[in-house]
């Protein structure tokens, strides 16, 4: 039995000696593991320790360092593979709740699909380890790109004209709307996206000339500059929103990231 009378320094609290007691009886009762297949093992210790409810101290916002400090060490005291599957699950955490914004701590609260799908991307086959079968993680990302896309295409098929070439017509809109709104921000897009629409609309309903705006200038409504009208330029007034988000606000409406 290994030496415990660390606990009783008043450096843990009551909390942290419980939790102590109930690692040491949940190794116990569970630890070491086979490790002729890793894969599997790493699959079930993961399982296993978010049943047992010990996950939770692996990261997060208000993360306590005393507990993660007892977790390891207990782990890793039982079977080095197990304080590894609970480390791999707060370095996953760790990015977003040290260092994220607000909304993504409570995104990351909120749900873990996110995480895994970002996680999958960079590092797979540590994604696996970790009890995630990754080939289904993007098939199903992959399903849900193609659905959106879609169901985008239908709602832009009542508005403009159906063919081929779509894409090529609602691409630079698109870009204009992800880059106003902000990178990574789907608020941001949603509210672009508002602005732009009004934008063009408003324009397109306004039928003074440049000479009726400027008339101040002396500019005549015969010049070329003069009988230029508002309505006219309403395809280009997204364009000229997105150069002057550009210099005056390179991260967007709501975007955490500069250009």
Request: net charge negative.
């Amino acid at each position: 039995m290994p030496d415990r009378t660390f606990l009783d320094w008043p450096f843990f609290e009551e909390r942290h000696r419980e939790l102590a007691a109930a690692l040491e009886e949940w190794c116990t009762a569970n630890l070491p593991v086979d490790h002729s297949d890793v894969d599997g093992a790493c699959k079930a210790l993961v399982r296993d320790l978010g049943a047992a409810g010990f996950l939770q101290f692996s990261g997060g916002e208000d993360i306590d360092v005393r507990s993660l400090c007892l977790i390891r060490e207990t782990l890793a005291r039982h079977d080095g593979l197990a304080d590894f599957a609970f480390a791999m699950q707060g370095l996953g955490m760790g990015s977003v709740s040290l260092f994220g914004s607000d909304e993504q701590r409570e995104w990351l609260k909120k749900t873990r699909a996110g995480l895994i799908i970002q996680a999958a991307l960079t590092h797979p086959h540590m994604v696996g380890h970790l009890g995630h079968n990754v080939p289904l993680i993007f098939m199903t990302v992959f399903g849900i790109g193609c659905a959106l896309a879609g169901l985008a295409g239908v709602i832009a098929g009542n508005i403009f004209v159906t063919d081929p070439a779509m894409a090529v017509l609602m691409g630079p809109i698109v870009f204009v709307v992800v880059v106003v709104g902000g990178i990574g921000s789907l608020e941001g897009a949603f509210l672009a996206s508002i602005l732009i629409g009004l934008l063009q609309n408003f324009a397109v309903g306004i039928s003074a000339s440049f000479a009726d705006i400027f008339w101040f200038t002396g500019l005549s409504p015969t010049s070329e500059i003069g009988d230029i009208t508002v309505s006219s330029l309403a395809p280009v007034l997204p364009f000229l929103l997105l150069v002057l988000m550009l210099i005056f606000r390179p991260r967007g409406l709501m975007g955490e990231q500069e250009l």
